[in-house]
């Protein structure tokens, strides 16, 4: 507008480029007008609940995995370098080690699955408190993290004096069948399942009234349970912190359902999810693209931490020693006789690793027998969980670390700083992160506007010498002033 003010007026322009800059100015008037009204509307008008956001959230994940599913067939069609794993990858043994196998070339034509499984655990009188919160956030996980990723969700209960069918009721669950369903899991054990869909009918939930059982050890001898633990104090609700946190190193990779996907997550019941603040990519598919085992949100850096955690590394050697001394049949099919990343400082350390209020998990490598019977000896070891103050930050870096290497840390995707915009210190989650997350920047309508003008004047500079203030840089993300949901454009989130 400056350029074409001083033009006519320095130099007395032909008519037909005075009507060109009328032109421009009264697109961008449009432009302006346009992009005010879908805010107005957006924050007064419009509906921004759960489902107005779930339906834009879902989308655009699933335009954004569809344009990149496309450029990986034709990049691997036409021989190009494309970054992706194949389809019917698996993990083979080589050198007595676990690696992704590399014979097969063809690129993924669908998206990942996962499921989230959720253990709710509360035997005392605070019951009832327990079911206020699963109330409060499970709707937010819901609305603002499951269903836009479409992950489906299972909801193991047990909690005092609540029943199943109270969850569903608070949840607004809607049933999909009264007849439950049967799964035989890898360790014998039976899981019964209720199908329900969640408020929205988006999102596929199962819920399954639940008994956790204690360690053999422990049901041999009840009163281990009340041994006094050598570094620490019990604390309130001691037993069912540490039964709820040992239920995802062992008895979850048991779990039969799990082999319908591809990736279990495990999401803490106080996670709470707001609309402002959703992951800008689609998490189960940038696993698969980094060829990822294990995802985390949180690492105790830079040598672990320790808090009550006793003796973690003689329990792995004496693992260690029984494989090798009693040789079943996957460590003599892989001769496997050592870990894969001893030496590694992060696998040596004998301390909780990594922060799991949120983790992704390959099904493949975390419900494979060696792994199963890691857990369970992690489980059976005495006094180990009870009274060493173990929790399952203890566990995945070591069961990652004696089957994978050279370094397990290969396999690790680090979403510590994904962050979205105008996160306070508790970042994203909820939960403080181990490290300082970094902030995403907001942009604002201006700045959009500025962005388009700067592309406009791409186009047009080099022969009209825009002033560098409609040039600026291409901003890393925008956000779409009717929803919030942060878009991710550079080829970084797109992957």
Request: hydrophobic share 35%.
């Amino acid at each position: 507008l400056l350029w074409c003010s001083a033009s006519v007026l320095r130099l007395g322009m032909a008519s037909v480029v005075r009507q060109a800059c009328n032109l421009g100015f009264f697109l961008l008037v449009l432009l302006s007008f346009y992009l005010n009204a879908r805010l107005f509307l957006s924050q007064h008008l419009l509906p921004t609940g759960p489902q107005s956001l779930i339906g834009n959230a879902k989308a655009e994940f699933r335009s954004t995995l569809k344009n990149t599913l496309h450029e990986t067939n034709i990049a691997s069609q036409s021989g190009g370098d494309v970054n992706h794993s194949p389809d019917n990858t698996t993990l083979i043994w080589k050198d007595s080690c676990q690696v992704w196998s590399t014979q097969s070339t063809t690129a993924h034509s669908t998206p990942p699955t996962g499921i989230a499984v959720t253990l709710a655990k509360r035997k005392n009188k605070k019951g009832k408190d327990l079911l206020t919160l699963l109330c409060q956030k499970v709707p937010t996980q819901q609305a603002y993290f499951y269903e836009p990723q479409g992950i489906d969700l299972l909801m193991l209960i047990e909690i005092e004096n609540v029943t199943f069918q109270q969850v569903a009721e608070c949840l607004e669950l809607k049933s999909v069948s009264t007849e439950p369903f049967y799964w035989q899991n890898l360790d014998g054990s039976t899981l019964t399942t209720y199908e329900y869909r969640s408020k929205t009918g988006r999102g596929k939930v199962y819920l399954s009234p639940f008994e956790m059982q204690y360690p053999e050890y422990i049901q041999q001898n009840r009163s281990r349970l009340t041994e006094k633990m050598d570094s620490c104090d019990r604390g309130t609700d001691f037993e069912d912190y540490v039964q709820g946190t040992r239920y995802y190193s062992n008895d979850v990779l048991h779990l039969a359902i799990l082999k319908d996907y591809d990736y279990l997550l495990k999401v803490d019941l106080d996670i709470e999810f707001r609309s402002d603040q959703l992951f800008p990519f689609h998490l189960l598919n940038d696993m698969r693209l980094k060829r990822a085992i294990f995802g985390h949100t949180g690492e105790f850096l830079p040598k672990g931490f320790g808090g009550c955690t006793k003796n973690l590394n003689e329990a792995v050697g004496s693992f260690v020693g029984e494989g090798v001394h009693s040789r079943p049949s996957w460590a003599q099919q892989a001769n496997w006789t050592k870990p894969c990343s001893a030496g590694v400082d992060a696998f040596e350390r004998g301390k909780d690793q990594y922060y799991t209020n949120l983790v992704v998990m390959s099904v493949e490598f975390f419900q494979s027998p060696h792994v199963r019977a890691f857990g369970k000896w992690m489980n059976e070891y005495y006094p180990g969980f009870f009274r060493y103050g173990w929790t399952d930050q203890v566990y995945f870096h070591k069961a990652m670390g004696l089957f994978l290497g050279p370094d397990f840390r290969d396999y690790v995707a680090d979403y510590t700083d994904f962050v979205a915009r105008n996160s306070g210190p508790a970042g994203f989650l909820g939960q403080a992160p181990a490290r300082k997350p970094k902030q995403i920047p907001a942009i604002n309508v201006l700045q959009v506007a500025f962005f388009i003008m700067g592309k406009f004047g791409n186009f047009l500079g080099p022969s009209m010498g825009l002033f560098p203030m409609f040039q600026p840089h291409s901003p890393q993300h925008l956000t779409s002033a009717s929803t919030n949901i942060i878009v991710a454009l550079s080829d970084e989130h797109l992957t």
